[in-house]
């Protein structure tokens, strides 16, 4: 909105112009929502605080964590709010891409809404059933991998890259981009959410991959940055700079309330949203390995949920008796057993995930 109106004032003067600038653009989105952010957060806390909707702690999860029931829960409401109306008053609305994960974002924000909903209603912590919060996932994930096929414009925009070599890439064709699209949006969606169990754990590394990722679609979508990096070159990627800007300044903001002790919870709304938001900005990039390697802290706690599972369904099957490889899931609950303090594991995620992102950052040029 902002955008089109300083285009129209800048027929009568060239000040306005600046604006144009998507490196500019993007600092503003940024302090925008984290503006935003600051403005709203404790109104919206008091909210839900009033409404009563608090989280309701994990029956089996850590003791230490009982004290938390209670806590005002679905802030990441205040996330997407911040995010949404920032990308619409920076943000280039005739981009196909802003509006594709802007979507994205905010469906699988409603999904986690009810999910959280469900929680808080009825004092569950399972929420809704699994299958119908994947189908949901599916359906959304489904639809932008379609969308995104059949809107690219190139072979080189459906290749998988792989990072740090200068001309390995493979044509993965219509079926295998979609493929690869739907998995990569819906797990890291379900992985940010697995990981955002400690007052917060979850929002700084998305915060920092979203500036990253910010970096990335900035060269992206630059035609001379692009061939000089040896990238594909996706015109329009650049715009997508506005929205993760908006991503890691409402995320900034979130977690001035989410830092322990923490005021407010994200709960899935946000956890499910963002998370889908990453993946989808991952695959327009093409960066999907980047992104694994940046979000190395998501990945690590799946895999530790899944192996925890199949090993105890595993030995339970031939054992009769179910035995675990950790003494917690996910990863996060196995340090705090261990005798780690929550906030000594919050910091130590936080730094791995500093050298994650660096490492993701310097394969733009070591090739």
Known sequence: MLLALTQWLAQDVRFFNVFNYITLRTVLAAMTALLISFATGPSVIRWLATRKIGQAVRSDGPDTHLIKSGTPTMGGVLILIAIAITTLLWGDLTNKYVWTVLIVTLGYGIVGWYDDWKKVVYRDPKGLPARWKFFWQSVLGIGAALFLAFSAKSGAQT????????????????????????????????????????????????VMIAAAFALFAYVTGHAVYAKYLLIPYVPGAGELCILLGAIAGAGLGF???????????????????????????AVIIRQEIVLVIMGGVFVAETLSVMLQVTWFKYTKKKFGEGRRILRMAPLHHHFEQTGWKETQVVVRFWIITIMLVLIGLSSLKLR
């Not at 699209?181 to 890291?188: Q, R």
């Not at 309330?257 to 989808?280: C, I, K, Q, S, W």
């Open 255 to 281: 977690l001035w309330f989410n830092a322990y002790p923490a005021e407010v919870f994200m709960g899935d709304v946000g956890a499910l949203a963002l998370g889908a938001a990453l993946g989808t900005v």
């Open 159 to 206: 290749e998988l890259i792989v990072p740090f070599f200068k001309t390995i890439a493979y044509p993965l064709g219509v079926v295998g981009f979609i493929t690869l699209t739907y998995f990569v949006i819906v797990g890291t969606s379900n992985a940010v959410n697995l990981t955002d169990g400690l007052d917060g754990l979850a929002i700084m590394p998305t």
